[in-house]
C-alpha cells in the first residue's frame, strides 16, 4: 500500500494539470451508508428509502456527511433553513465560487439515488479535485439543499426557493405541515427544533453569487439509457404550473334528472381534461406537457348527477410563452364548454415557475471535458424541476444527468449504475475543476 501511494502521488506530481480519478467502490459505500438513514424496512422492490426533511433520519444523515466533509478538511456553514454549504477553498478566495449540490431528502418509499448522487457524488469530486493536486483559483462549494421534495410542507426546493428569493421567508415560516397528522406544526417550529435558526430572510444569496454551478442527477427518465448514452448535459429545466378548476352544475337524482335538463360538472369537467390534451399536443413540441392528476366529484356517489368537479392540472415547458399558449387555448375552449352545458368554470393559479435555460458557457465547458474522457454526451431537456431550476436566478447554472434504469425514480427499485454514476462524478470534478480556473 505504502508503495501505491507513493506511486501515485509521484503520477499527480508529474501531471500538474491534474488527472481526475474517482474512487467509484467508495461513492458506491457512501450511497449505501446514506440509504440506511431511512423509516422504513427493506422492499422487496429494492432499497426503499424514506428521509423526509428535519426527520431524526435526515438529521443523522446530514450530521454522518458532515463528518464526512470535516474529514476532507472542508469549511461547513449551514444557514437559517438548513442548507449546508461545505468548501474547499480556493487560492483567490474572495472571488464567487463554484457550487455543486443537490439534496439528500426522499419521498415516502423512494430510491438511493435521486438528490444523493449529487451530493455524494459533488463530495467525491470536490476529493478527485483536491488528490488531482491542482490547487483551484476559485473556491468550489458543495451545497446540500434543504427540502428538494415537497413532503412535509408542500413545496419542493424549499432551501433553494429561499435563496433564490422566490419564496417569500416571511410566508416560508408559517408554512404548515402537509402530512397527515403534522398539519399544526410550521415550519418555523420544525427548523428550530433541528437546530436551524435565525430569521429564513438570511438565506437569500445575491444574484452573481456563484460563478457557476453545476447539479449532478439521474435523468429520472429513459432517454439515456435507451439511446446507450452514459451522460446527459441539461441545457433546459422545464418548469410546472399548476392550475386549480373548479365545475359547478346541477345536482340531482340519477333517475329522476331527465337527460334534457342536465347540468353535469363532471360531463363538463371530461370536455375541459380533453381540451387541455389537445392542445399540449398541438404545439408538436415534445417538450410540452399537460396533466390533470386529480379530479374530486361531488357529492360523489353513483346514483347522484355531480354538481361539482375540482380538477388540478400540472402543465410543464421549457418556453413560459408556449405554455401560456395553452393555457389561452384552453380557456377559449372553457368559454365554448361553459356556453353549451350552462355550468359555472373558474380557475385559480396554484403556482407557475419559470423555467431556465442552462448557461451555454458551462454547457459548452462539461462537453469539452466529456469529449476529452471519450464520451459523446446527449445534450436534453431535464422534464422534472429540480434545484437548480432556483439557483439559476443566482448563478449561471447547467445539470448533468447519468442514466437510470427503465427510466425509474422515486421507487425503491431506482437504480443507477456503479460505472454511470463514477463517470459522472468525473466529468463532474473535472468540470468544476475546469470552471475554477477562470
Ligand atoms: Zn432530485
Not at 348527477?305 to 392540472?313: A, E, N, Y
Request: glycine share 10%; net charge negative.
Amino acid at each position: 500500500m505504502q508503495t501505491q501511494t507513493a506511486q501515485q502521488a509521484a503520477e499527480a506530481a508529474m501531471q500538474p494539470t491534474g488527472a481526475i480519478e474517482i474512487d467509484s467502490a467508495r461513492l458506491t459505500d457512501e450511497l449505501t451508508t446514506l440509504a440506511g438513514f431511512t423509516s422504513i424496512e427493506p422492499s422487496p422492490l429494492g432499497t426503499a428509502v424514506t428521509r423526509v426533511v428535519f426527520s431524526p433520519d435526515d438529521l443523522r444523515a446530514r450530521a454522518w456527511l458532515k463528518s464526512l466533509a470535516l474529514a476532507e478538511g472542508l469549511a461547513i456553514r449551514e444557514d437559517a433553513v438548513g442548507n449546508t454549504f461545505f468548501r474547499l477553498p480556493g487560492s483567490d478566495p474572495d472571488l464567487p465560487a463554484i457550487a455543486t449540490g443537490s439534496h439528500i431528502d426522499a419521498i415516502p418509499h423512494a430510491g438511493m439515488y435521486d438528490g444523493t448522487v449529487g451530493v455524494l457524488g459533488g463530495l467525491e469530486a470536490i476529493r478527485a479535485i483536491k488528490r488531482s493536486g491542482v490547487h483551484p483559483r476559485r473556491s468550489i462549494e458543495l451545497v446540500l439543499l434543504t427540502s428538494e421534495e415537497p413532503t412535509r410542507f408542500g413545496i419542493g426546493c424549499l432551501g433553494s426557493r429561499l435563496i433564490s428569493g422566490t419564496l417569500d421567508p416571511s410566508r416560508a415560516d408559517a408554512l404548515h405541515g402537509a402530512q397527515r397528522g403534522s398539519e399544526d406544526e410550521t415550519l418555523a417550529q420544525v427548523r428550530a427544533a433541528a437546530g436551524f435558526t435565525g430569521p429564513l430572510s438570511s438565506v437569500r444569496l445575491a444574484p452573481g453569487h456563484y460563478h457557476a454551478w453545476v447539479e449532478l442527477h439521474i435523468e429520472q427518465g429513459p432517454l439515456l439509457e435507451r439511446e446507450g448514452i452514459p451522460l446527459g448535459i441539461v441545457t433546459h429545466i422545464a418548469a410546472p404550473a399548476g392550475y386549480r378548476f373548479t365545475i359547478e352544475g346541477f345536482g340531482g337524482h340519477a333517475g329522476a334528472l331527465l337527460m334534457p335538463d342536465r347540468r353535469d360538472a363532471l360531463c363538463a369537467a371530461a370536455e375541459l381534461i380533453l381540451s387541455i390534451e389537445r392542445h399540449a399536443l398541438a404545439t408538436g413540441v415534445i417538450d410540452t406537457v399537460a396533466t390533470v392528476g386529480t379530479c374530486d366529484v361531488y357529492p360523489g356517489a353513483v346514483n347522484s348527477v355531480p354538481s361539482r368537479v375540482t380538477l388540478q392540472l400540472d402543465i410543464r415547458d421549457t418556453e413560459p410563452a408556449r405554455r401560456e399558449g395553452v393555457m389561452q387555448a384552453v380557456r377559449r375552449d372553457i368559454d365554448a364548454i361553459r356556453a353549451r352545458r350552462d355550468v359555472r368554470v373558474s380557475e385559480a393559479l396554484v403556482n407557475a415557475d419559470e423555467p431556465a435555460a442552462c448557461s451555454p458557457h458551462i454547457v459548452a465547458v462539461i462537453d469539452e471535458v466529456c469529449r476529452g474522457f471519450g464520451i459523446a454526451p446527449k445534450h436534453m431537456v431535464s422534464r422534472a424541476y429540480h434545484d437548480s431550476l432556483f439557483m439559476a436566478q443566482v448563478a449561471p447554472i447547467a445539470m448533468v444527468f447519468i442514466p437510470c434504469r427503465g427510466g425509474v425514480s422515486h421507487r425503491p427499485d431506482e437504480y443507477a449504475k456503479p460505472a454511470d454514476i463514477a463517470l459522472g462524478a468525473r466529468v463532474l470534478a473535472a468540470s468544476l475543476g475546469r470552471l475554477a480556473t477562470e
